[in-house]
């Protein structure tokens, strides 16, 4: 999202992004913060760059390691729309299963307006705008709104 920025809030990890490259130019891939460098997992990492490819707005990544028994991380992310948020989903789901790590249980596809999508030990909510803003998920796991890793 242009013009988004790291605010450093505790528990989410910073998304580091190039400018937007040139028509000639390949897009760069995200990266993670060099504090945070190694951390991710390979389920994390696919995810991430998933989103990225489908254009995420507002990425957060909360390590739960250590904090629940539930998950090793928490991603939440924003789509413009229900059909962007249901596409990202969708994607996000074969992306997962071609990677091997089989089908995932999946909440909300219908409506699209959030989509909770259990991949074992990473969970992933999408949410349109609206209603990311009403529930706050990232008020529950001490990360403020408004600071997020932003996908440019």
């Given at each position: 999202m242009v013009g988004s920025h790291w605010r450093g809030h505790k528990g989410a990890t910073p998304l580091n992004r190039n400018p937007a490259p040139s028509a000639h130019e390949t897009p760069a891939k995200p990266e993670v913060s060099t504090q945070d460098q190694g951390r991710n997992t390979a389920i994390e990492d696919l995810i991430l760059n998933?989103?990225?490819?489908?254009q995420a707005q507002d990425v957060v990544?909360?390590?739960l390691k250590g904090?629940?028994?539930v998950a090793d991380?928490?991603?939440?992310?924003?789509?413009?729309s229900q059909r962007h948020v249901?596409?990202?989903?969708?994607h996000l789901l074969r992306a997962l299963k071609e990677a091997g790590y089989g089908k995932c249980r999946v909440e909300g596809m219908p409506s699209a307006d959030w989509v909770l999508i259990d991949a074992g030990d990473v969970i992933v909510h999408l949410f349109r705008p609206e209603v990311r803003s009403f529930y706050n998920i990232e008020k529950i796991w001490s990360v403020e709104t408004g600071g997020h890793r932003a996908v440019v």
């Open positions: 998933r989103l990225d490819d489908d990544f909360i390590d904090k629940s028994p991380g928490l991603i939440v992310a924003s789509g413009r249901g596409a990202m989903a969708d």
